[in-house]
């Protein structure tokens, strides 16, 4: 799924992962509500396009054909 659109991901943006949860939970809070963009889109360059990368440019309001979110249902 890399390299498909940049996944807006719940997590708001922080300058480090100092106090990140350990539980894999979602790392909301902070001063900024800019959300995290994960894995690249069909418009970044190679280096871009792989699970570890993160953009922090991932404002709630913009609308571009080349971010986009994954949908996850998980059982309890």
């Not at 300058?15 to 959300?35: H, I, L, M, Q, V």
Request: charged residues 15%; glycine residues 14%.
């Amino acid at each position: 799924m890399n390299g498909n659109v940049w996944e807006w991901c719940q997590d708001t943006c922080h300058d480090s992962y100092n106090k990140a949860p350990t539980d894999g939970s979602a790392w909301e809070g902070g001063e900024s509500s800019f959300r995290v963009g994960r894995g690249g889109s069909w418009n970044s360059g190679p280096m871009f396009c792989r699970s570890a990368s993160r953009n922090s440019g991932c404002n709630p309001g913009y609308r571009f054909n080349f971010i986009g979110f994954r949908i996850v249902c998980s059982a309890l």
